[in-house]
């Protein structure tokens, strides 16, 4: 299998943003940065990564080495135990494995975990239920159904479908901090956030968006709470300086939300508190998943 080809955060890229209400996942893509007065400290721009070489013969991708890497107990996720989530939720049981014998493989790696990302898009189609399915369905349900609302389901499913080949895998659900930044300033419209996935990957833990596609495999911190991907908050003018996560777990029963009302209400609580001068921003390379 070839490598996913890399993709830096040189540029702010247009995020398929996920409302609470209406969430179009549509495939990030590279645009200009806007002028902008920053509220608080930018994140570091990266250099861009070498353009790989693309032969014509394709190679297998090697099950990576195991490497050392020190890890610590953060949102209540042991990160230093990773075989314990490895157990599905309530929420994120499945009941027919045979739904997934399509990606099954010996081979765990980077591009397994591309593999399973285009086969969640192209095996389920986008409804416009957005965030009045969060906390409301079930993995079952979803993969009978076919239909997914928004990121919390991308990323619902997409945890639970690697968790049952192997992959210890935990939800992470963050907010805008651009969206944070309008809320103290009384100034924001609707609610705005994002769902990654963190996955165990060889020693190590990797960042996956199932939405859109991102991903960071090396020097990934599951303790800071900042995700430094850029891009607009969709219908709006101002830039967006990453995500801030709140809560984690196997699925959103796990961590405390059952439906939309509850996470905005977390969101609200989160942002009314959250000093933004404090922000530090890790330096992540993002590389994309080409579907």
């Given amino acids: 299998m070839t490598r996913c080809k890399r993709t830096c955060l040189t540029v702010a890229i247009v995020l398929g943003l996920l409302r609470c209400r209406t969430v179009t996942p549509t495939e ?118 076919r239909q997914l609302g928004g990121c919390h389901d991308y990323a619902l499913v997409y945890a639970a479908v690697v968790r049952h080949l192997g992959y210890p895998a935990v939800m992470a659900d963050s907010y805008s901090i651009a969206w944070i930044e309008q809320f103290q300033a009384g100034e924001q419209d609707g609610y705005v956030g994002h769902v990654f996935v963190e996955v165990h990957l060889a020693g190590k833990w990797v960042l996956v968006d199932p939405t859109n596609g991102w991903y960071v495999e090396d020097g990934y911190d599951p303790a800071d709470p900042v995700i430094p991907l850029k891009g607009r908050i969709a219908g709006s003018s101002d830039e967006i300086y990453g995500y801030y996560v709140d809560r984690k777990g196997i699925d959103t029963w796990a961590y405390g939300i059952t439906s939309c009302s509850e996470l905005t209400q977390a969101m609200e609580e989160l942002a009314g508190q959250l000093d933004l001068e404090a922000i530090v921003y890790p330096e992540y390379e993002f590389e994309h998943y080409r579907r």
């Fill in 28 to 145: 990030i893509q590279p645009s200009a940065s806007p002028t902008l007065a920053s509220p608080f400290p930018l994140p570091p721009t990266l250099p861009p990564s070498p353009t790989s070489t693309q032969t014509a013969t394709p190679t297998v991708e090697p099950t990576p080495v195991a490497v050392s890497v020190h890890y610590q107990t953060a949102f209540g996720i042991d990160y230093t135990d990773p075989e314990q989530y490895l157990e599905q939720g309530e929420q994120s049981q499945i009941s027919d494995p045979t739904v997934l014998d399509s990606v099954r493989t010996q081979e765990q790696s980077m591009a397994h975990l591309g593999r399973i990302y285009r086969w969640l898009h192209s095996e389920f189609t986008h409804n416009s239920d957005g965030g009045r399915s969060i906390g409301a369905v079930t993995v079952d349900q979803l993969l009978v159904e």
